[in-house]
């Protein structure tokens, strides 16, 4: 049992270039989640899809986009990454938004030099 | 602002004793509440839920909730030094949160052998 599924774990970017961070889950939770942490930030909001084909803004959306593929499938884009991004991000899921608790994904380490 | 207070330590135990964690929040609506605990470098794991007021008893987990005072908490009978983590506590607020779950800080425990 997979679970909630991110690649890639580490990723180094230099200034201005691109990437997307992948997340799928095996679970048919029907909403998904991109956090990311920083030291003495806590667990930050990026985006989120509270069902397949709806996607809405976090508490830190700037810079990043996000598409829900499918119900399994939800990634995050970094379009010019920037050094504010360098972070640890985490791809979660929950059943439903607003009742069920969240299952997270291993995590992506990334750095922006 | 609906927050989560944690007290972001480190709170040092020793081995066999208790270890009593503590989390309050804003929000007097919340319905739902979690504990998470998270290991140096890996992703948050769910460990324990509690929806109503009272005691939960998992293993060697008991969550505590008092709806009244605004405050969980989550106490680990005879602790090992495996449980040095840092424990994330998350509450769903009132309104339902369709964006996902309001998270403390942290507190980063250690187990002293």
């Known amino acids: 049992n997979a679970g909630v599924t991110q690649t890639p774990k580490f990723q180094v970017l230099k200034t201005g270039q691109s990437m997307t961070l992948q997340c799928a889950q095996d679970?048919?939770?029907?909403?998904m989640y991109w956090y990311r942490q920083d030291p003495g930030m806590g667990l930050r909001l990026i985006y989120y899809?509270?069902?397949?084909?709806?996607?809405d803004k976090g508490e830190v959306p700037n810079g990043y986009n996000v598409s829900r593929l499918n119900k399994r499938e939800f990634s995050l884009r970094l379009e010019s990454a920037a050094p504010s991004q360098t972070s640890v991000y985490f791809c979660?899921?929950?059943?439903?938004?607003?009742?069920?608790?969240?299952?997270f994904g291993n995590g992506t380490r990334l750095t922006v030099t | 602002q609906k927050e989560v207070e944690q007290n972001s330590g480190p709170l040092s135990v020793p081995e066999g004793a208790i270890a009593s964690l503590n989390c309050t929040y804003s929000?007097?609506?919340?319905?739902?509440f979690f504990w998470y605990r998270q290991y140096s470098g890996k992703s948050p794991e769910l460990i324990m839920s509690?929806?109503?007021?009272g005691d939960k008893e998992d293993g060697r987990f008991t969550a505590q909730l008092n709806k009244a005072s605004q405050y969980v908490s989550l106490l680990i009978r005879d602790s090992q030094p495996s449980d040095s983590a840092t424990y994330l506590c998350?509450?769903?607020?009132?309104?339902?949160?369709?964006?996902?779950?309001?998270f403390g800080k942290g507190t980063h425990l250690i187990i002293q052998p």
């Open positions: 899809s509270a069902s397949e084909g709806t996607t």
């Open positions: 998350a509450v769903i607020p009132s309104g339902g949160g369709a964006d996902g779950l309001t």
């Open positions: 679970m048919n939770h029907n909403s």
């Open positions: 979660a899921s929950s059943l439903t938004a607003g009742v069920s608790p969240l299952h």
């Open positions: 509690i929806y109503s007021n």
């Open positions: 929000d007097r609506g919340s319905q739902s």
